[in-house]
């Protein structure tokens, strides 16, 4: 994934977890189905928007964002909010309830990627014109 791609669907997601964030605060409490709908909500919108924040960061400081990390924090933030958001709505637990930890362990692996990229060396930043590498 490119630099671009992940600015684009960090500003997608970021923006829409606002979207959804007001929604849930300003337009659904007739519509969830259960007491704890709105927390789970909530974390739903927390967790996309701090993965959104999260693409755009490392697109600003990698200057190839690669593909795995990238693809992980994505697919792992839409299974993780998603199935919150569709269980806060009423969806079926037993179709849901497992996307949820599913999602959360794709979170998990991406950001134990990251730091194994990190570790590896692979952001340090290119020598300038001159100095020695």
């Known amino acids: 994934m490119n630099r671009s791609t992940c600015i684009l669907i960090g500003a997608l997601l970021a923006g ?3 979207a959804l ?3 849930g605060a300003h337009g659904l409490e ?3 189905a259960k007491p704890e709908s709105p927390a789970w909500w909530e974390t739903g ?3 996309q928007v701090w993965h959104a924040l999260a693409l755009l960061a490392l697109a600003g400081f990698a200057t190839r964002p690669g593909r795995v990390v990238p693809l992980l924090l994505v ?3 839409l299974g993780f909010s998603g199935s919150l958001y569709a269980l806060a709505l009423g969806a079926s637990g037993s179709l849901w309830g497992p996307v949820t930890p ?3 362990s794709l979170l998990l692996i991406g950001w134990l990627t990251l ?4 570790v590896r060396g692979e952001f340090r930043a ?3 014109v001159g100095e020695p590498s």
């Open 16 to 18: 829409t977890g606002v």
């Open 45 to 47: 919108v927390r967790y």
């Open 30 to 32: 007739d519509s969830f």
């Open 126 to 128: 290119a020598p300038r």
């Open 102 to 104: 599913i999602g959360g």
């Open 115 to 118: 730091v194994a990229r990190a």
């Open 75 to 77: 697919v792992g933030t």
């Open 21 to 23: 964030g007001a929604l």
